[in-house]
């Protein structure tokens, strides 16, 4: 009865061996379901394998192909020709105040915008002279960030760091 019991062990794990040797495996990053007219497709991104199907129609599926998704952030402003603008923003670090100095630039509708590091909008005025004092002491130690806007676009950004 043991050696009976001995057999139908060993032949049970050798099955589950031979059938787990056989399936698939993939590192994926994602996957899914796809579903239209002509069926149903399940879809892993990130297989390691390349195969290639072309369909009757000619419609064709690469199977496990890596595409390239290409994502563009853009951190910066393109410089206007024929504007000659001259911002700064000093002392940086700054402890209670910083200097918004602009020069060779229309201030009729400049503003500057006052950020903290969540994207919380802190202060919001309008640059009244070519030097315009920004008191920061009554904020707390840490990073902000001030835009220069004109007529609704901001023209430059600078990160501030407070002490």
């Known amino acids: 009865m043991r050696h009976k019991q001995l057999k139908l062990s060993v032949v049970i794990l050798l099955g589950l061996w031979l059938t787990g040797s056989q399936a698939q495996e993939a590192i994926s990053t994602t996957g899914g379901e796809a579903t239209g007219s002509g069926g149903t497709v399940s879809y892993t991104v990130g297989q390691l394998v390349y195969t290639a199907h072309t369909g009757t129609n000619g419609n064709s599926i690469a199977e496990g192909a890596q595409h390239p998704f290409e994502i563009f952030v853009e951190t910066g402003i393109e410089e206007v020709k024929g504007i000659n603008l001259f911002v700064s923003v000093y002392p940086n670090p700054a402890t209670d105040f910083i200097l918004l100095s602009v020069e060779n630039y229309n201030l009729d509708h400049l503003r500057y915008q006052l950020f903290d590091s969540n994207g919380k909008l802190l202060k919001s005025k309008k640059a009244v002279c070519n030097k315009t004092h920004i008191n920061m ?5 840490g990073n902000y960030f001030i835009n220069i806007i004109d007529d ?4 430059k950004s600078f990160k501030i760091v407070k002490n």
């Open 137 to 141: 002491n009554n904020l707390i130690p």
């Open 152 to 155: 609704g676009s901001i023209i």
